[in-house]
């Protein structure tokens, strides 16, 4: 059975810096992971999908990397913004879960100004 | 296109009664879903649609949920004899595919709390 983990659960850093978020998978024959921002009270919103053929995506300030046989990816944030904090979810796709999303339990991020 | 939206945004009701929410999706998108998600966790499937078709339901979807989409348009997902377990927020998304995975797009959600 898929179980996707992401570590930490928070996480607080100063407005400007550099930072990443980690996602990990017990099953690597994954068909694609994703990458979701969530806000308060507005839902889920997709940031980058990663086939399972690539090694990454890239979006502005974002960049996910993906390496299946380790069953880790990670979002990179470059100079970060206060407007960046939410909590971000990463979630993978199998043949073995029928093609639906296994979540992450999500990476609650606080950029302070 | 305003996106999907979910209604009521908030639902408080008593244990025993019956829940109805509505998901409306982007108009066009043949495929419908809901999940589920409680306080720090992320959401769990429960159902999907492809056009008016129910294609697969989750077991964590007890018989006292149903779901349905007349006419592949707007969805309903009903819980009958609510439980204080199922207070968590509803989610709907929609997506256009004709592949295997899709790009979901998602509502903001309704939030139930079941006293």
């Known amino acids: 059975k898929q179980e996707v983990t992401q570590i930490p659960a928070a996480l607080s850093v100063p407005e400007g810096e550099n930072l990443v978020l980690n996602c990990s998978f017990t099953?690597?024959?994954?068909?694609?992971l994703q990458w979701f921002r969530q806000d308060p009270g507005k839902g889920l919103t997709s940031l980058l999908l990663?086939?399972?053929s690539q090694r990454e995506q890239t979006s502005g300030r974002l960049n996910a990397s993906l390496d299946k046989s380790s069953g880790r990816s990670t979002l990179y944030i470059a100079a970060s913004q206060p407007g960046d904090s939410a909590t971000y979810l990463c979630?993978?796709?199998?043949?073995?879960?029928?093609?639906?999303?296994?979540w992450g339990a999500g990476t609650k991020l606080i950029i302070k100004p | 296109d305003t996106g999907v939206s979910q209604d009521p945004r908030h639902k408080i009701t008593k244990r025993g009664q019956n829940v109805t929410f509505r998901c409306d999706p982007i108009s066009e998108h043949n495929r419908l879903y809901w999940y589920r998600q409680t306080l720090g966790q992320g959401p769990e499937f429960l159902t999907y649609?492809?056009?008016?078709?129910?294609?697969?339901k989750s077991r964590l979807l007890s018989d006292r949920f149903s779901a349905e989409r007349p006419k592949g348009s707007f969805s309903t997902l009903e819980i009958q004899r609510t439980e204080q377990g199922d207070s968590a927020m509803y989610l709907c998304a929609s997506s256009y595919s004709l592949q295997v995975t899709d790009t979901q797009y998602f509502g903001p959600g309704t939030r139930l709390t079941v006293l």
């Open positions: 099953d690597s024959a994954i068909y694609n």
């Open positions: 990663i086939q399972s």
């Open positions: 979630a993978v796709t199998s043949a073995n879960s029928n093609y639906q999303l296994i």
């Open positions: 649609f492809q056009n008016e078709a129910q294609l697969e």
